[in-house]
């Protein structure tokens, strides 16, 4: 099943809807709306029908998943039941995010890209990748989903895509371990961590990670594949179009930590949550610094996984020129 999130006018400004994405037959299930005739359908009132109805299929996906296996049984019922009469056609779509996650991390697991991006910043790999799939917390307030523009901050020059596997949470879990972690998988969305490569290179001399080089936008969407649709995790098809030129052809092949490996090392002593995403990190070759090639304002991204989709994103105009800090002066040991 494919459920997304999307943008509908309301009394009082918008407001999202968890639908049911029909992509071969060109529409989506507004599933609180099927919920609600199939319930009147069961001489439910109106009034008490849409409660009920609001309660299954919340806005938020996060909230949506935590109602467990409930959900996808309750989606297909509404889908059968009152889904020609809730539908609402692709091209009249307003997307939102495809997850609104309370904790986004990213991974760093495909050989390809940390071999070809370590290259390109003239250094080797750390040793310790081989001993932990590190991975790092991002900032949520900048996702932004399928045809959103995507904000370009004044003191970004190198703009970057990177085209990632979104793994979404299903279920509680802590200390887990790998041959049981599929289990909390509910399924794959596709990422796309927008990466400000030249701040970048500065952030990353402090070891402390990337922040304001990532957090200005990272894309979730188009909707989310669960997971008993995806038949192999590890032999995707991706490709990446800028302006609709392919700048690269890649798969999810020849990872240094599976899926389970990384949801399992994420879960030791802290819990993964319904509804948590957490990044595959990029595929080989997935990345614009790999091909010696940056992101300009206009330029239209498209990001596409096998059995996900499609993540369309356009770049916005530079952000007007605002502060920025001024070099120190002050006495660092061995300078």
Do not use: C
């Amino acid at each position: 099943m494919k459920l997304g999130r999307i943008s509908v006018p309301g009394p009082d400004g918008p407001v999202a809807r968890l639908v049911r994405v029909l992509p071969e037959e060109g529409r989506v299930v507004d599933l609180a709306r099927a919920e609600a005739l199939r319930l009147q359908g069961r001489h439910a009132e109106p009034d008490a029908a849409r409660r009920l109805a609001a309660a299954a299929f919340p806005g938020s996906m996060t909230a949506a998943i935590a109602t467990g296996d409930s959900l996808l049984e309750t989606a297909e019922a509404a889908t059968q039941h009152g889904g020609d009469d809730a539908s609402i056609p692709l091209a009249n779509v307003t997307w939102l995010s495809a997850a609104d996650p309370r904790t986004l991390r990213d991974g760093l697991t495909f050989l390809g890209h940390i071999n070809n991006m370590f290259g390109k910043w003239g250094t080797t790999p750390p040793e310790a990748m081989l001993s932990i799939p590190g991975y790092a917390k991002l900032a949520t307030e900048g996702i932004i989903g399928h045809e959103d523009e995507v904000y370009f901050p004044h003191y970004i020059n190198q703009m970057d895509y990177e085209l990632e596997l979104g793994y979404v949470v299903g279920r509680r879990g802590r200390n887990l371990t790998p041959d049981v972690a599929r289990d909390y998988l509910f399924g794959v969305t596709i990422f796309n961590d927008f990466s400000g490569r030249d701040l970048q290179t500065n952030e990353m001399q402090i070891g402390m990670g990337g922040a304001k080089s990532k957090d200005f936008a990272n894309g979730i969407g188009p909707w989310i594949t669960t997971i008993d649709e995806i038949a192999n995790l590890g032999s995707l098809r991706v490709e990446v179009r800028v302006n609709g030129e392919t700048w690269s052809t890649s798969s999810t092949a020849n990872s240094l930590w599976s899926v389970d490996e990384l949801l399992a090392y994420v879960s030791l002593g802290e819990y993964i949550l319904p509804g948590d995403v957490i990044g595959s990190g990029t595929v080989g070759n997935g990345s614009a610094l790999e091909l010696d090639r940056k992101l300009n304002p206009g330029d239209l991204v498209e990001l596409e996984v096998e059995s996900v989709g499609i993540l369309r994103n356009r770049m916005g105009q530079r952000a007007d020129e605002t502060w920025w800090p001024s070099k120190r002066d002050g006495a660092l040991i061995g300078r």
